[in-house]
């Protein structure tokens, strides 16, 4: 009977740990389809928010408590579903101060998660834009298209099968001693 103690003790901590990585990802999130573009490109974000968080583009180095963004628009605001990837270009909300970098020239930026209508920054992402070059560009490593379920969706399904696989085998040992 002890190992079917253990056993549980086990299960139910990987059920534990599981669970907490769902919840985990249930947050605030953003990201990008890609860090690396070249000029022109159109940049993908994809940001999980309320309706008051906002994503705004930035020149590296610089936080949203400085200069103003250059793109910007509300996650769940003006027409926009969190979780729902937006071409970055296509921002509700510019600032002509900054139409120098409208058409996001080569160069290094961050992009910005704030919360509520504030400074707060719940997550940034870094990207690269480059001149375009005559040979094709290796591909790069992708974020997933909905970061709220994202990468999870690869540890829950297998984490499922393996509990019941192993809830199985405990219970075929458990009606033969």
């Known amino acids: ?23 985990a990802v249930d947050s ?4 990008t389809d890609k860090t690396a573009y070249t000029v022109g490109e159109e940049i993908l974000v994809t940001a999980v928010g ?4 906002w994503v ?5 180095g610089e936080v949203p408590s400085g200069p103003e963004s250059i793109w910007w628009y509300y996650v769940a605001g003006d027409g926009n579903t969190s979780g729902t990837a937006k071409p970055l270009q296509k921002a509700e909300y510019s600032n002509p101060s900054r139409a120098d970098l ?3 020239p080569a160069g290094e930026y961050t992009v910005f998660l704030c919360a509520n209508d504030g400074y707060e920054v719940l997550s940034s992402v870094n990207i690269t834009v480059s001149e375009a070059s005559a040979e094709p ?19 829950l399904i297998p984490g499922i099968l393996l509990l019941a696989a192993v809830i199985a085998v405990l219970q075929k040992k458990r009606k033969n001693a």
């Open 56 to 60: 705004g583009l930035y020149v590296a």
């Open 28 to 31: 605030d999130t953003l990201a």
């Open 1 to 23: 009977m002890l190992p079917f103690k253990k056993a549980r003790c086990v299960l139910l901590s990987f059920l534990f740990l599981l669970t907490t990585a769902v919840f």
């Open 50 to 53: 309320s309706d008051k968080d």
């Open 102 to 104: 409208h058409g996001i």
């Open 137 to 155: 560009a290796a591909p790069t490593g992708s974020a997933p298209a909905n970061p709220k379920t994202g990468d999870v969706t690869y540890l």
